[in-house]
């Protein structure tokens, strides 16, 4: 039928990459092993979405798989998505926070 | 309409009638010369024998009364400087960086060393040294009888030199050389060690041409004094042991200085011929007819002076005055080579590769 | 080297450059800017200084502008203003500068043929807006300063739409994070422009589609806190 | 001698302090009294003494405008006599030809010494070296510069500078010293500079410049590595002029080093790419010579691969280590890909009518998305293949504040897709052609095309409207509809006779089946009408009115109508939309008649364009094309007018249009006159004498087939002394081809004489192909394409009618 | 073709709809958000306050602004007066006169005339829709513009320096709905033309003073060789400097130098000297051209004042006074030439 183009959009990250994240990591730290988010929220910046979609439209699927990164301040406090998620940075070992 | 006169055109010769008629003795065909003019190959009398090396590789010793070949090696290679005669060898540099050095007697190869760079000048030979000065201002000196490389020297260079380099001279224990950079400098023989260092010419000026103050002039040794010019700059008479100036008069030149009795003679950088007085400097005359026509050194015989121009020309100057008193026309390509006075015979060396005698009819 | 006998005094030429000018504007005052044109570039390579040659510099870049040689009139300019660093009338090559990269987007080919203003090249509009700023920023008080300032602001509206445009080619082809960038550098780098509602609404449907709710929410807010009213 | 003292004179009368109660000033011409007195470190009313004035007089010089400053006091008053520093009318550089002279008012102006400025005697030192300078740049060593300064009236001064150039200095001679392996003339000739053959009069190889000898140097340098030779080192290099200054003299002294050969090849670092991948890329492999050149070459390919999954600015070092001893070394390639990068913004300039979209649409990869090298060249040879752009450059910059982002700018030059074309067209086959059209294939730069045409000439008349837009949706499924009405005069053209009169309105819908190939579909109906002659004695002519049970002559004319359904595949990978070099194009088209139509058959057609790149500027062309028809249900045979055509330039060029293929046969029977009837008419039927009495005449006209095939070699080269003109190609071309008609039945005509039945060709015969070969040229002129084609016919059947040049303007590719 | 593209045409002229286009209010950020990265690519700077009431749109005239022609030796713009003015080196009378007949000539009539103060104001004159004065005065003349000039004469800077301003005091234009004479706006640009005309007549006015001058008959004078100032060779005479500077080019050209340019201010003719072989026809015709002992090339004539007397001294393109033999040979030549009548 009909081809369509493949749309991807979005950060493409490698799970060994991901396994590098630490709490207390700066912004700039983050930056450094996942490259800066594609998409960024124009009006707060304590919470990063790594979200990556890749629409292949042949086959009519698109995968999404999203990162989301939380910070205080300038700290990376802790992590959720799709991925495999650091011990240190799931969201239940730092409820008190 | 720019009267845009190009300040390096040779004159036209003056016209002339000789005062004495000249003849060419004899003349032998040594190679097929060269067309690179700024190379040094001049012939050198020793052993009752003329030994001339010519620019596309024929080393000869020529008898000096009939012009006979006495033996001919055949080096197939561009030589650029010499032969240097002493200690019974002969010694020729060339401009694929190497040292030859034959058997004075039969011409025959004693040794070959390769060097850094391009030779375009004689070497020198003496006290079982041969000396050898390459274009990258580096001054090697080999053994002369097994050719071991015994030791070597370098200056610094400025980035754009005058083509042409003085030939060492070795004399009293000590080798003497001019360089690139205007300096004059003595070594030991045996160690290599500087024995002392003048400036001849400081560069001055803001531009690479400005700043070229070569020293390309073969030091003239008489008794305790080296006579030395430098390109742009000063021709000086120094005190050998402690290389002091005695005088200093500014003169620019990169041809060879000859002494005859107490004068200097001198050709200037623009092909003007003086006399120079040897003990103070002082200019007796100058001959200016044969502006820019590149003339070689000069060289006296008699009561005349004798030098050679780029049409190949001969002409005889007055010792007293330097007027011009006789020409003749001897070897088309020209001839730069420095004239070699043997009793009442000047030998010349053409372009051509041919060497010439002539004598006063 | 023909020694270039002048023979007419400084007195003889003024006349002649009074007549040459003269002739220039009979021309520019009845529309025929070619010869206008010539007789200015003749002047000012006959007086190549002082106010001969300014006037008729200034006159020639008014002239190829009225002639919509847009090329020769910017280079007209920026020779005026490289010569004369410190003349008087600097203001006016600088305006006049802008006014050409400006008028050289529109025009009657453009209107007809051209697909419309704020949907095609925009470097010559960004171009035109950096003269008008520069003249501004040098002559706050100049005599053009106010009718640049009001061109800049339109320029920046017609920046704002381009942008926009483009934001929504990516939201038909389901581009949504492309389209979510290109609405937010409206936002952030095309302030005071009434495309900036659309951007938001934009940028929050774009979020929503992107399951980010929390971001939607904060467009969401922020448009809700500046146009109240807004409906797309 | 340039008056440049000032005299400093402190002023005699000073002998107390004094209030100054008032301060003239005399001599300013140019600066303005309020500039002086805001400079001017004093006041009326404050006291002075001698001891201040010199600091006054100084800050006064300091300004660099006065050259003579001169205090009086009397009583209260304060003199100030000033003279002026004289400004610049005019600066003249004269007998300056190497260097342009606005480049040296250039470097003027830079350091200040421009007209209008103040004139600062002491620059003209530091404007005359820098002019020095400059010349030493270019090897002309023996320069000359004067410098004249002429005052005016008003303080002014025009300053002339007259430069004598003089020989430059040419390269006498170049000695490499230390070279065993390679002979001087072998590394010589890699040179640029060199000392010069006779035509270095005009090039400027002899004339030495340091950019020149410190680029030989590299080239001697890698001419060394890339044959193994590790260890090159160039020593030293000396550069000497003569004493004359005409000639420059080089030596360079070099170390050659020994010939290594590679002992082992790691690669390591975070490589992508798996271990086979990164091999095939490396040509060395162990034992061979070492090589600099092939080592980059691996470099390179690897950064390009990487490059495809988004790793846009990879780096590839190689490290060599020697292994002592064995002049062997080992190469450690280490492949660092960086970070992977997103396109940050996509921004097209230069498209002043063409809309964004219609540009953006064409690009494969979206912002926010990873960059993909190989997606950026596809998009630029998409927009390249757009008709309406004429250039198209693009770059990827990175983004400065952010390290994994990069933009993509497209640089695009548009060409003016409308043509409003009007005017009288000549074909010497076709004679003088009225044609107006107006078509814009970028039609308010929506990239929708748009077409009104009106076309007369000797054979047709033709109105046409079409409307067709490529992008009916976004993903590029593509809709039009073209109506068309026309007259075609079959006579005139060589066919076998009859006048077609046609109109017809169709629609067609298309769309991509993947990235090169796209399938289309029409669907239209056409109503005809066609006027055959009463007596026309063509066979093919009578034959299809019998066919299809009709008499020509009681009833000549034959009206039909036909819904016409088609359906084309296409595959395009050109590399340009107009004069493509690269790529190859191909098409297979059905096109049928619906049953139920009057008329049922159908036709297929394969063509196939191949350009293959031999060197910069030359393209060899292939083309193959095949077109075969047939009737089916109840239409026996293709109607001769949907027959295919062969000869012109659309097909055999050096031959006249439609001249090849099968000849109509005309069978001239007697014609008696039809005897009275007994109630004295005439009756208007001729009497037809029996056919076996006929006379078959092969007439110069053809009757087309429904079988083609066409060939064709070309050889494109590059325009002579307009290589850089891309509306302009030239070629030599050989053209094979053949019209046959596979249902001739030559025992049709079994009732002939003998004698006239072998005067008939057998049509159905594929085996008389024509061969043609010549020259073309093609111009994109404003008034739209023109072909002019100069050829010579090799192969002919007689009666072929040939045309040696052909000129036309109008479509033709 | 307004109907068909225009403001409102088929096809929209859009050239004025930037005066239309309006700035929104900067984005307000609600109290839990930031918005840092805002940084405005496209500011958009504030006008000075001059700038506030100046025209736009349509009526912003894009003509180039006039120049004050201060071309000639002995005018200098005044580059500060906020109203078009020049300084002039010339004697009060002849330039109050040349501006009066300027006007009179063409029939301009006064409304004041103060010659006390020197202010000069015209009645109503024509104008052409720039402002420029059409050169003809006259109630029946003007039709759709006209305008009224003030010239003012005061004292310069420098000098013998005097100045003199131009001002156009009213301008009236004539609307045909309403057919009556309104108001124009006055602007510097009017003013400038009217003074470059006054410029321009000033000239042709000197060039009749020099002529008639000229014929005059100038009674020869002697000189003598002496030296300057500063101790340089010049000729020396009694005569007044004006009559000098009057007779100087006539001797000038008598010596074949060509006089290139003059600086009244300066006192200074700039002239230049062709050396010519004595040709074979100058022979024949035997005039006894002997040709001056200088190379051929630019000189520099200057007349000073030594004490009380007139000195003239030669010097050369480089400002450098020639030398004193050289003046000597010339002396012969000079002062003959001084001394005759024509």
């Given amino acids: 039928c009909v081809y369509r183009l493949d749309i991807q959009q979005g950060n493409i990250l490698a799970q060994r990459d991901i396994d590098k994240l630490r709490p207390e990591l700066t912004k700039n730290q983050v930056v450094f092993v996942l490259g800066s988010p594609v998409v960024d929220d124009g009006f707060a910046d304590d919470k990063w979405v790594y979200l990556y979609s890749y629409e292949n439209a042949n086959l009519g699927k698109t995968t999404v798989k999203k990162l989301e990164l939380y910070f205080n301040g300038d700290k990376l406090v802790s992590a959720a998505g799709d991925y495999e998620i650091p011990e240190a940075l799931k969201m239940s070992h730092n409820i008190e926070q | 309409c720019s009267d845009e006169v190009d300040i390096y055109e040779p004159d036209p010769l003056v016209d002339l009638d000789n005062q004495f008629e000249t003849k060419v003795l004899w003349k032998t065909s040594i190679g097929d010369g060269t067309n690179d003019k700024t190379v040094k190959l001049s012939p050198v009398y020793a052993y009752q024998k003329i030994f001339v090396a010519d620019g596309s590789g024929n080393v000869a010793a020529v008898n000096p009364d009939n012009g006979e070949v006495i033996w001919q090696t055949e080096l197939n290679t561009v030589i650029g400087g010499g032969p240097a005669v002493a200690n019974n060898i002969v010694a020729v540099g060339t401009t694929q960086g190497e040292v030859i050095v034959l058997n004075a007697a039969d011409g025959t190869e004693k040794w070959r060393r390769a060097v850094s760079s391009e030779i375009i000048t004689s070497p020198a030979v003496g006290d079982g040294y041969v000396v050898v000065r390459s274009v990258n201002d580096k001054l090697t000196a080999f053994d002369a009888e097994s050719g071991e490389q015994q030791w070597l020297h370098d200056q610094t260079m400025p980035s754009l030199t005058l083509r042409g380099d003085s030939s060492p001279v070795i004399v009293g224990g000590g080798v003497i050389s001019g360089f690139s950079n205007g300096k004059l400098a003595v070594f030991l023989l045996d160690s290599g060690r500087l024995a002392w260092e003048k400036t001849i010419t400081a560069p001055v000026g803001y531009s690479e041409i400005q700043k070229l103050v070569d020293v390309d002039v073969k030091p003239l040794v008489s008794g305790t004094n080296v006579y030395v010019a430098a390109y742009n700059g000063n021709l000086t008479s120094i005190e050998a042991s402690n290389g002091q100036a005695i005088w200093q008069r500014e003169l620019s030149t990169f041809q060879e200085i000859t002494l005859s009795e107490l004068i200097l003679l001198v050709t200037h950088e623009n092909s003007h011929v003086s006399a120079v007085d040897k003990s103070n400097g002082v200019i007796l005359w100058t001959q200016k007819a044969l502006h820019r026509r590149q003339l070689s050194a000069p060289e006296s015989i008699g009561d005349n002076v004798v030098v050679t121009d780029f049409e190949g020309y001969l002409h005889w100057l007055s010792r007293k005055d330097g007027t011009l008193v006789s020409r003749e026309h001897i070897d088309s390509d020209g001839i730069s080579a420095v004239p070699l006075v043997i009793d009442n015979k000047v030998i010349l060396f053409g372009h051509s590769g041919n060497l010439y005698a002539v004598a006063k009819r | 080297c023909q020694s270039n006998r002048a023979t007419t005094t400084e007195a003889q030429r003024i006349n002649n450059a009074f007549k040459l000018f003269e002739r220039a504007q009979q021309s520019m005052l009845s529309g025929n800017y070619r010869s206008a044109v010539q007789y200015l570039e003749r002047l000012d390579s006959l007086y190549p200084f002082g106010a001969y040659s300014h006037r008729a510099q200034l006159n020639l870049i008014f002239s190829y502008y009225k002639l919509n040689d847009y090329a020769s009139g910017i280079a007209a300019a920026d020779r005026f203003i490289r010569q004369n660093p410190r003349h008087k009338d600097l203001e006016y090559a600088y305006y006049m500068k802008g006014l050409i990269n400006y008028s050289s987007e529109k025009g009657f080919g453009k209107e007809l043929f051209s697909a419309p203003l704020s949907e095609r090249d925009a470097s010559t509009a960004r171009q035109a807006f950096d003269d008008f700023a520069e003249l501004v920023r040098l002559f706050p008080n100049s005599h053009y300063a106010k009718d640049a300032r009001q061109r800049m602001i339109y320029l920046r509206n017609r920046l704002a739409e381009y942008e926009l445009h483009v934001a929504n080619y990516y939201m038909r082809r389901e581009a949504y994070q492309a389209a979510v960038s290109r609405a937010k550098y409206v936002v952030d780098h095309y302030p005071k422009t009434p495309s900036v509602p659309y951007a938001l609404k934009m940028m929050e449907i774009a979020y929503n589609l992107l399951e980010l709710p929390d971001l939607a929410e904060n467009a969401r807010q922020v448009l809700l806190l500046n146009y109240p009213g807004f409906k797309e | 001698a340039e008056k440049t003292t000032s005299q400093l004179t402190t002023p005699k009368t000073f002998d107390d302090e004094f209030i100054v109660t008032e301060i003239d000033v005399n001599g300013l011409q140019r600066m303005e009294l309020g500039t002086f007195f805001n400079m001017l470190p004093l006041q009326v009313g404050e006291k002075l003494d001698s001891s201040r004035v010199p600091i006054i007089i100084r800050t006064i010089y300091a300004s660099n405008s006065f050259e003579d400053i001169r205090m009086f006091r009397d009583g209260g008053k304060l003199y100030i006599d000033l003279k002026e520093r004289p400004t610049i009318s005019e600066i003249t550089i004269e007998g300056n030809s190497d260097i342009k002279t606005e480049q040296i008012l250039d470097a003027m102006q830079k350091s200040g010494f421009a007209k209008g400025e103040i004139f600062d005697p002491s620059a003209i030192k530091s404007i005359k070296l820098g002019m020095e300078e400059q010349y030493f740049a270019h090897g002309k060593y023996s320069i000359k510069i004067e410098d004249k300064v002429i005052t005016q009236s008003r303080n002014r001064v025009h300053i002339k500078f007259i430069v004598s150039e003089g020989e430059p200095a040419k390269i006498q001679k170049i000695s490499i010293v230390g070279n065993s392996i390679f002979p001087d003339e072998e590394l010589l000739n890699q040179f640029e500079l060199s000392t010069g053959e006779w035509y270095s009069f005009f090039s400027s190889e002899d004339q030495y410049s340091r950019e020149k000898l410190s680029g030989d140097l590299e080239t001697l340098r890698s001419y060394y590595l890339d044959r193994g030779y590790l260890k090159y080192e160039n020593t030293s290099t000396q550069v000497s002029i003569s004493p004359d200054r005409k000639g420059i003299y080089l030596t360079i002294n070099i170390d050659e080093g020994e010939k290594f050969k590679v002992n082992d090849i790691v690669f390591s670092g975070d490589l992508i790419l798996t271990k086979e991948q990164l091999s095939s890329v490396m040509p060395l492999s162990k034992g061979d010579t070492y090589s600099a050149a092939a080592i980059s070459f691996a470099e390179e390919q690897i950064k390009r691969s990487l490059g495809f999954y988004g790793y846009a600015f990879a780096k590839v070092v190689t490290v060599p280590n020697v292994i002592e001893g064995e002049n062997k070394v080992d190469l450690t390639l280490f492949v660092d890909p960086g970070k992977k990068v997103y396109v940050n913004r996509i921004n097209f300039a230069g498209n002043e009518t063409t809309n964004d979209e219609v540009l953006r649409r064409e690009v494969r990869l979206m912002e926010g998305s990873a960059l993909s090298n190989e997606a950026v060249d596809r998009s630029k040879v998409r927009l390249q293949r757009l008709s309406y752009l004429e250039e198209v450059n693009v770059e990827t910059p990175k983004v400065e504040d952010k390290e994994d982002r990069v933009d993509i700018n497209y640089q695009v030059k548009e060409r003016s897709a409308g043509t409003i074309q009007g005017g009288v067209g000549y074909s010497e086959s076709w004679g003088t052609s009225l044609n107006a059209n107006v078509s814009h294939s970028n039609f308010l730069g929506s990239g929708k095309r748009i077409q009104f045409g009106i076309n007369k000439n000797k054979y047709s008349e033709s109105y046409r409207a079409d409307y067709w837009d490529p992008y009916f949706t976004l993903d590029g499924i593509s809709a039009g509809v073209s109506l068309e009405y026309s007259i075609t005069d079959y006579n005139e053209l060589r066919y076998s006779s009859g006048l077609l009169d046609t109109a017809s309105l169709s629609f067609n819908l298309g769309y991509p089946i993947n990235e090169v190939s796209r399938l289309n579909f029409g669907i239209g109906y056409q109503d005809s009408k066609l006027k055959a002659s009463r007596i026309t004695q063509a066979v093919q002519v009578i034959d299809f009115f019998n066919d299809n049970g009709q008499d020509i002559r009681v009833d000549p004319t034959f009206d039909y109508d036909l819904y016409r359904l088609s359906a084309a595949w296409t595959r395009n990978t050109l590399n340009r939309g107009i004069f493509p070099d690269r790529g190859t194009s191909q098409t297979f088209s059905t096109n049928f008649t619906a049953p139920g139509s009057d008329l049922e058959f159908y036709k297929l057609d394969y063509s196939i364009n191949h350009y293959l790149p031999i060197a910069p500027g030359w393209t060899f062309l292939s083309k193959f094309r095949a077109s075969w028809g047939k009737g089916y249900g109840d239409t026996e045979s293709l109607p001769f007018f949907e027959n295919f055509s062969a000869g012109g330039s659309g097909t055999m060029r050096g031959f006249e249009s439609n001249t090849i293929g099968p000849r109509a046969v005309d069978l001239e029977n007697y014609e008696a006159i039809p005897p009275i009837s007994p109630d004295g008419t005439q009756s208007s039927v001729p009497w037809i004498l029996p056919s076996e009495l006929s006379t078959a005449v092969i007439s110069r006209r053809t009757a087309g087939g429904n079988a083609r095939v066409l060939g064709t070699l070309e050889l494109i080269f590059p325009v002579p002394f307009a290589e850089d003109n891309n509306s302009l190609r030239t070629s030599l071309f050989v053209d094979v081809g053949n019209l046959w008609d596979t249902q001739f039945d030559i025992n049709r005509y079994g009732y002939l004489p003998a004698s006239e039945l072998d005067k008939i060709p057998d049509y159905s015969e594929p085996g008389t192909y024509r061969v043609s070969a010549g020259f073309s040229l093609q111009w994109l002129s404003p008034m739209g394409p023109l072909t002019i084609s100069l050829s010579k016919p090799i192969r002919k059947e007689e009666l072929d009618e040939t045309e040696s040049f052909s000129f036309n303007v109008g479509k033709t590719f | ?342």
Avoid at chain 5, 92 to 109: P, R, S, Y
Avoid at chain 5, 214 to 233: E, I, P, R, S
Avoid at chain 5, 329 to 341: I, R, T, V
């Fill in chain 5, 1 to 342: 073709c307004s109907l068909f593209y225009g403001e409102d045409g088929l096809i929209k002229d859009t050239s004025y709809d930037y005066l239309k286009a309006k700035e929104t209010a900067p984005l307000k950020i609600p109290p839990h958000l930031k918005h840092e990265n805002n940084v405005n690519y496209t500011v958009v700077p504030a006008i000075g306050e001059q700038a506030k009431n100046a025209p736009s749109g349509k009526d912003i005239s894009l003509v180039a602004p006039a120049q004050i022609l201060d071309v000639l030796d002995n005018i200098r713009a005044n580059k500060q007066s906020p109203v078009p003015a020049i300084y002039i080196v010339e004697n009060e009378e002849f330039l109050w006169d040349t501006i009066i007949n300027l006007f009179t000539e063409q029939g301009v009539k006064f409304s004041r005339r103060d010659k006390a103060n020197r202010v000069l104001e015209t009645e109503w004159v024509a104008v052409d829709k720039r402002g420029v004065w059409l050169g003809i005065a006259g109630e029946d003349d003007i039709d759709e513009f006209k305008a009224k000039f003030r010239i003012a004469l005061s004292e310069g800077i420098l000098k013998d320096e005097k100045q003199i301003t131009v001002e156009r005091i009213a301008a009236q234009m004539f609307n045909d709905d309403t057919d009556k004479w309104q108001d124009m706006a006055n602007y510097w640009h009017d003013s400038a033309e009217m003074l470059n005309l006054i410029i321009a007549h000033y000239d042709t006015a000197t060039i009749e003073r020099d002529r008639n001058s000229k014929n005059a008959v100038v009674a020869g004078f002697k000189v003598q060789l002496a030296h300057d100032d500063n101790n340089n060779a010049a000729l020396v005479t009694e005569t007044d400097k004006a009559l000098v500077w009057e007779k100087l080019p006539k001797v000038l050209e008598a010596l074949d130098f060509d006089v290139k340019d003059r600086d009244r201010r300066l006192m200074t003719y700039f002239i230049a000297y062709e050396y010519e072989e004595p040709g074979f026809f100058a022979s024949l015709f035997d005039e006894e051209q002997t040709p001056l002992p200088l190379e051929s090339g630019d000189y520099q004539v200057t007349v000073t004042t030594v004490g009380e007397l007139t000195a003239i001294v030669f010097r050369d393109g480089q400002g450098t006074p020639l030398n004193a033999e050289t003046m000597v040979k010339l002396y012969p030549q000079l002062n003959k030439l001084f001394s005759d009548k024509k």
